[in-house]
């Protein structure tokens, strides 16, 4: 939920984010997995808030998120770490590589992790900052079904990233769109410098 950029050792941002997911609460997966009562879902998306920090450190940026999903024990943490490949500069745009990484828990049946590789490039003009990335996914699922049977899968995932950030004197508002397998959308408000 941020643009390409480096922030040096002195920065630090910190903001609430949340991202939104179509779901089509009839289709089985949906109906048998998530109890009718849940108010997981509002009209047709599934919206996850979570807590995102980054901190620079010089050579590039490092961030962490956790979110907790609705009113269940369902959490999921994570982090990336953005190394700049091409600094930007008054003309020239910030080429970076983003890494990152990602965990749920709280489902004693699913263990479910992602890594994630991705190119973002962003320019900055004045208060608003344009970026767009592309990357690959992976995940590792694992489901058990009985203490013999376990299901597993793993999937590389093609990610398409477009995003614009607005900073102003104190907050900074970020909004960006992803197309994965499902697309997403995801906003931020934060504060830093």
Known sequence: MQPARSTGLLGFDI????????????APYWSHSVPATSDFVHGSYAAVPRLVVSKGFGAGTISASYAKFSSSGVK???????????RGSLVAPELAVRGSYAT???VDVLKLKTYGLELFLSK??????PYIAYGRMRTD???IVTPSIELRDQGNINRY???????????KF????TQAVQRSYAAKISVGF
């Open 15 to 26: 903001g609430i984010a949340a991202t939104a997911l179509k779901v089509d609460t009839n």
């Open 76 to 86: 999921t943490y994570g982090g990336a770490l953005d190394l700049p490949i091409i």
């Open 104 to 106: 749920v828990t709280g």
């Open 124 to 129: 900055g003009f004045g208060p608003l900052i």
């Open 141 to 143: 699922a694992r489901g």
């Open 161 to 171: 990233t477009a995003g614009l950030r607005l900073s102003l004197f104190i907050p």
């Open 174 to 177: 970020d909004i960006e769109a």
